[in-house]
């Protein structure tokens, strides 16, 4: 099966001067989010069956996340028209 690849990244926002922070923000190096170690996600997709998967790493400020959609012939289920 073919998949289609879409690539994404995120950087957390800066601190302005305006801003409110709350007491339980605690925002690092001018920074709303910061992660010293990396946070790995994913959806539980399978590469069979025509899953969408997604992979995501988060550290420091940054987000990187990967996703494969599944392309080529859609299978018809019974009731599909």
Do not use: H
Not at 18 to 36: H, L, M, Q, T, V
Not at 45 to 64: A, E, H, T
Request: proline share 5%; aromatic share 18%.
């Amino acid at each position: 099966m073919k998949y289609k690849v879409t690539v994404s990244t995120v950087m957390a926002g800066k601190i302005v001067p305006n801003d409110i922070i709350e007491d339980w923000e605690s925002p690092k190096f001018g920074r709303y989010w910061w992660f010293w170690s990396p946070c790995f996600n994913s959806n539980g997709g399978k590469f069979k069956r025509g899953d969408c998967v997604d992979f995501s790493v988060q550290w420091l400020c940054l987000s990187l996340g990967l996703t494969f959609w599944p392309q080529g012939e859609r299978t018809e289920r019974k009731g599909d028209k």
